[in-house]
């Protein structure tokens, strides 16, 4: 049957003559603003937006990501305010946190590379499809002047020229991990990938 729902007034098709509403967000709008005493206005204690909510929910936060901001925060109060890096002799800055190769950055709740968050930071946008490289061959570096774009290909085949013709004849015939050769010589995996498929070449 042909009804008209109660809270938009949108003609829906019912299969039940009790059906007030045309969809379930229809439903809960209804139902809270059948019951508005429940909910008050409220600051959010993390961004400040002025918002209404009930007491109980998210306790006093706008957002779902206004609370793991603030729980960020709490977790790690000892932290604020201290640099990031570390400025080294080479002029590289070396990034702090994290125990990876090439360490993330989380901003608004958001992790990316931290190399491309400087990089981002200081000369803007990476273009589409373009690789953030490190002139300075220390993938924890963060310092801008450092930082170029280059192509996917070419940036491999500059990682590539680290490795000797005697180092490519052991990775190709040997069975171990890509992560594994790429820690003893020095490179990514994708480099070590790249080397066994014959996609680059020593210098």
Known sequence: MRKVCERCE????ARRNDRRYCSKSC???????????????MTCPQCGTVHRSLPSQRKGYC???????????????DK??????????????VWRGGSTRYPSHRVAGDAKGAHIWSYETHHGSVPKGMHV??????TRCVNP?????RAPVKHIRDHSRKLTDVQLVVIR??????????KAFGVSPATISA??????FAD
Request: charged share 30%.
């Open 27 to 41: 439903s809960s709008k209804a139902r809270w603003a059948a019951e508005p005493s429940k909910r008050v206005e």
């Open 133 to 138: 490289h490190h002139a300075c061959e220390n």
């Open 173 to 182: 015939s040997s069975s171990e991990k890509g992560v594994v050769l790429a």
């Open 80 to 93: 604020a305010g201290e640099p990031l890096w570390d400025v080294a002799d080479s002029g590289c800055w």
């Open 10 to 13: 949108a003609t829906f098709d």
């Open 63 to 77: 957002s779902s990501r206004c609370v793991t901001l603030h729980q960020q925060n709490r977790r790690r109060p």
């Open 195 to 200: 080397a066994r498929l014959g996609r680059t």
């Open 145 to 149: 002047d450092h930082l170029e774009v």
